[in-house]
């Protein structure tokens, strides 16, 4: 029997559970550990509450779920309740599938002052995630800055300017909802420090912004390069660049609509300010180099903001003893092998980068190193009873998949009207809708 243990119950995970499960079949025990008594990782707590189809894939990871070769281990914390070396002695194999849930530092001045939040934090406060919480955003000024040209920026834009209406059928959880019915801000500036050409917007999320009930994306039609240079670009970026110059052909200015979410291009954020609190954000001007890398003109400005949301990628957190790479944030490996036995996938191997879908070629790449590393009949080594009776003298319970089941239940049944769920957001409630 072959035994594996993946640690992370998000996208990653539940792909390279699916791929051993097609590559070993019934020859094969997957534990699936995570330290939340929840599953789907950025399904739950990543995917904005409003992308509620993108959400629905974590149906296909409940099938992989129940099967009678995998198990989620929930509530048990690698590094705490059991080390990567232990699990190293009781697995054939150990899979990294920890996601990149830390926010990249700006390395400006002022990132620390109140108000200026990462994006890991922000986007996990309003999907209700355990560790964001209680994170409570200033949404009292009239103005916010959002950094990046990301997807995520986008994410966090949009939810910034949707009405309450405009939530319906999302399970953005209540406390989120209640803050930003509440929210005063007027104007939303898109930060990016370089130009339309460079973005790293998908079309169908870019063009989201131009249907929203009492939001205007502004753009300055000086910022883009003549129509004929779009003709270089690879087909879907042609169309997420249309979708800016039709933001920047929309005449009357956003007169229209009250909230005005402006995209600022070549414009590099150098310095946080306030007295006690972000007031302001300090902005160069950029230029493009030869290598279309952003360099400072020396011309600077501010934009008034009280709340300012970082998002320029994550980070891997590392783990100790596991070879990692300080520089891309992310464990060291060689297409997927961090060790004799232990392997990433996912964003842990990778970096945050791809699709949810992205992160199912790097399952099956995994089961297949596994197969080549590996006796396909294993090594002897314990597995399952192994981890459950280490678990046991240490006096943890896992939370069950069974388990996680009820927590559904409970939360489906928790819905506000027009809500497919109302999450819990604290570990002691998850865990006793778990049990009871
Ligand atoms: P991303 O796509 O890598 O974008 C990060 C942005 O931050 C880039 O525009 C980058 O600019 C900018 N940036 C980096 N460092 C900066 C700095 N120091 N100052 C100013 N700007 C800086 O990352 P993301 O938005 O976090 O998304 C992560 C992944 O999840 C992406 O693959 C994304 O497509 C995916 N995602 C998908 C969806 C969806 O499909 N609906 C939703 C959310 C996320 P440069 O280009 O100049 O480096």
Known sequence: MLHIAVIGSGPAGYYTAEACQKQFGEACR???IDRLPVPFGLIRSGVAPDHQSIKAVSRRYEAVALTDNVRFVGNVTVGEHVSIEELLALYDA????????LDRPLGIPGEDLPGVVGSAAFVGWYNGHSDHA???PVLSGPGAVVIGNGNVALDVARVLAKTGAEFEGSDIVAHALDALGTATIETITILGRRGPH???MTPKELGELGHLTRAMPLVDAADLPPQEADAALEPGQRKSVQHLRDFAAHTGNGADKPIHIVFDFFAMPIAIEGDGKAERVIVERTALDGEGRATGTGETYAIPAALVVSCIGYRTPPIPGVPYDERLGRFANDEGRVMPGLYAVGWARRGPTGTIGTNRPDGFAIAEQVAVDVAAAGSG?????GLDTLLASRGVAPVTFRDWQRIDAAEIARA?????????TRVEEMLKAGKS
Do not use: C, Y
């Open 30 to 32: 997957i534990d699936i």
């Open 94 to 101: 150990v899979v990294l599938a920890t996601g990149a849930p």
């Open 134 to 136: 209680a994170l409570a």
């Open 198 to 200: 460079q973005i790293a």
């Open 381 to 385: 080594k314990q597995g399952r009873p």
């Open 416 to 424: 506000r009207a027009g809500s497919p769920r109302e999450k819990f």
